[in-house]
């Protein structure tokens, strides 16, 4: 059991996130596409029918052109929102508004699209589309903890704040933090039910998900029902028979206790 769900582990993290965020990435494309062009794409907290954004839904587009990213990004930042793409800290305004707007991003797995915004220097320009319009941003500079941040924005200034994971790949030891100044015009920021005061502990840098637990224990229970059957079936129909019928039970069944087991490690590796 123990072998199942290690290998399982390891091939989720390390080849299949990455198919996994590819295919969510289509797939938000094509929705966040339909939207902007019939103009429902939200632009607060709320949808276009002022129904609270659901996590995972898509708000915006992101292009680094220096680092090649080009992801469409997420309402939330818990680490089961962050396996689609790039998320939007509920508690901040989105991009292009007057404000703060704070972007959290994977450094490693699944797809990792925040793996390089170290690299970015002072002056390189960052794109992002929301339902208010192409808003652009300079880069002011990158910063790790115990670094001064950035003056304090004046009214009607915007400033955007890319986040992710620092350390070698798959292990995290700290946060990087890129901030950049908008130069294009500044928006009306929408309304926001949640502050900083109520943004949920799984929304933070670097937290687990803790919230699906009950998703890993069913999991395990079939990966342990699994075995048992395995077992059963190896002594009763012989070893040829089990294992060409429980073999790909078991790395279904691993495969599913691992992606519940990623949930719970930090959302920025």
Do not use: C
Not at 22 to 40: E, F, H, I, N, P
Not at 56 to 72: K, L, S, T, Y
Not at 175 to 184: E, N, P
């Amino acid at each position: 059991m123990i072998g199942v769900i290690a290998a399982g582990f390891l091939l989720n993290l390390l080849i299949l996130s990455h198919l996994q965020y590819a295919v969510s990435q289509q797939q938000l494309r094509a929705t966040y596409t339909d939207q902007l062009a019939a103009g429902t794409a939200p632009v607060s907290e709320g949808n276009f029918e002022d129904v609270l954004l659901q996590d995972g839904e898509p708000v915006a587009r992101i292009e680094i052109p220096a680092i090649g990213v080009d992801a469409i990004v997420v309402e939330g930042t818990s680490s089961g929102t962050l396996t689609a793409g790039p998320g939007h800290r509920r508690d901040t305004g989105l991009p292009g508004q007057a404000g703060a707007s704070v972007l959290m991003g994977r450094a490693a797995a699944y797809g990792g699209p925040f793996s390089r915004i170290q690299e970015l220097a002072p002056g390189e320009t960052i794109s992002v589309v929301t339902g208010q319009g192409e808003h652009i941003y300079e880069v002011i500079g990158v910063r790790y903890a115990g670094d001064p941040s950035p003056a304090p924005l004046t009214a009607g200034e915007g400033r955007l704040v890319l986040e992710t994971a620092r350390g070698f790949p798959y292990m995290p030891n700290g946060v990087v933090r890129v901030d950049a100044q908008l130069v294009s015009t500044t928006q009306p920021a929408g309304l926001r039910e949640t502050t900083r005061r109520t943004l949920a502990p799984e929304d933070k840098e670097l937290a687990g998900d803790t919230t699906s637990v009950w998703a890993l224990v069913f999991a395990l229970q079939f990966l342990v029902i699994a075995e048992i059957a395995g077992v059963y079936s190896l002594r009763t129909f012989g070893a040829a028979k089990a294992w060409v019928v429980f073999v790909p039970v078991l790395v279904l069944s691993g495969l599913l206790v691992a992606d519940q087991v990623t949930r719970l490690l930090p959302n920025l590796m």
